[in-house]
């Protein structure tokens, strides 16, 4: 019910294979569908193995006898105790009793549920089915990622810009401040910094794609001075548009007709920063040509890099995003016309495509 069982190896090491004392695959999953369509799978490994990984997650770097769900959160002010953050990965690095390293990897962006409560045991619990891949035995774990790199792609490298030290606060309140309280002090007292964010306060009434006429009432001009003295800028954008006519993202997304939408088919509305707030459905490549266009107009002003942020997708209620029952009207290659809980970890990868 859950899929199939597939593995990466090297294959000048096929001696290291998990095997029974009958020479069968030791790492067989056992699959279930219980309750409301939920596809469990069930990892038995040798006791005594232990377990890292689980993607991001609070708590301690061993996660032997822990339980997170993948769930994408806004979880500003979390504890150790808290089971989803802000990306999800539903893979587990197990460590053997033999010091050899496999990796498990459900393959499923929907909420999956990792548990490693049980002795020696992996446990996944996710919606609809999935494959299990793993990746080893191997000697070591750099060996396991490495192989799981070979299999789901590497990170681009970024601007060599961008690997010196980036500085960021939520209080750079104007352009002045920005230049001289902050970037020319650091030059003064000999500290080096290669970047500067600018979170949403250099924004019109927090309203995406504008800068405030007082504050930043010239973007270009600071960002000019900022590479004269070797600084670049990063700039905050958030999937969240203010509800409100007259402004120019509101009624050109209206007119297009590219918002999530509720069950009953009106736009969905949630609160971010500026209040009220309708979201742009990135499940469509035509409302991604739509924001891409947005974001080529902005970068326009001299803009560096941008900080796609509140996109898990976040609010400021105590559900902390969207409803589960919105519409999305997906495209047919990624799974068509889906409810939310559908493409809520893919949100935010969709946004940046």
């Known amino acids: 019910a859950a899929g199939p069982s597939l593995s990466f190896a090297e294959p000048r090491r096929r001696e290291v294979v998990l095997r029974d004392g009958a020479g069968r695959p030791a ?20 006791s005594g193995t232990s377990f890292y990984g689980t993607g991001e997650a609070s708590g301690p770097l061993e996660r032997t006898g822990k339980r997170v769900f993948t769930w994408n959160t806004d979880a500003w002010g ?3 105790g808290t ?3 802000y990306q999800s990965h539903p893979w587990v690095l197990s460590i053997l009793p033999d010091g050899k390293s496999l990796g498990v990897l459900a393959d499923t962006t929907r909420r999956c549920e990792i548990d490693l409560r049980q002795e020696s045991t992996i446990k996944f619990a996710a919606l609809s089915a999935y494959p299990i891949i793993t990746f080893g035995p191997f000697d070591t774990p750099a060996q396991v990622v490495a192989s799981l790199s070979h299999a789901i792609g590497t ?6 810009w961008a690997l010196g030290y980036h500085q960021c606060r939520f209080s ?8 001289e309280q902050v970037i020319r002090t650091f030059r003064e007292k000999g500290i080096p910094c290669d970047v500067v964010w600018m979170d949403i306060d250099y924004m019109d009434g927090f309203r995406c794609f504008t800068f405030d006429n007082n504050r ?17 800028s990063i700039w905050m954008l958030d999937p969240g548009i203010k509800e409100e006519k007259g402004y120019f993202v509101y ?32 499940t469509s490549e035509r409302i991604r040509t739509w924001w891409a266009r947005l974001v080529r107009d902005f970068i326009s002003n001299g803009v560096d890099g941008i900080w796609n942020d509140m996109n898990e997708p976040a609010m400021t209620t105590t559900t902390k995003t969207m409803p589960e029952s919105n519409i999305h009207r997906g495209d047919a290659d990624i799974g068509g016309v889906q409810n939310h809980s559908y493409y809520h970890n893919v949100m935010s990868l969709l946004l940046w495509k």
């Open 216 to 232: 930043f009432a010239d973007p270009k001009s600071m960002v000019d001075d900022l590479h004269s003295i070797g600084c670049k």
């Open 251 to 282: 009624d050109g997304g209206s007119e297009n007709d590219v918002w999530i939408k509720k069950a009953d088919g009106s736009p969905f509305i949630g609160e971010v920063w500026p209040g009220d707030c309708v979201f742009p459905d990135f």
């Open 83 to 85: 089971t989803s953050l």
């Open 78 to 80: 979390y504890g150790s």
């Open 155 to 160: 990170v681009s490298m970024p601007s060599k």
């Open 172 to 179: 750079y309140k104007s352009s002045e401040r920005v230049l």
């Open 27 to 46: 790492v067989v999953p056992e699959c279930e569908v219980v309750g409301d369509d939920v596809h469990r799978v069930l990892i038995k490994l040798p």
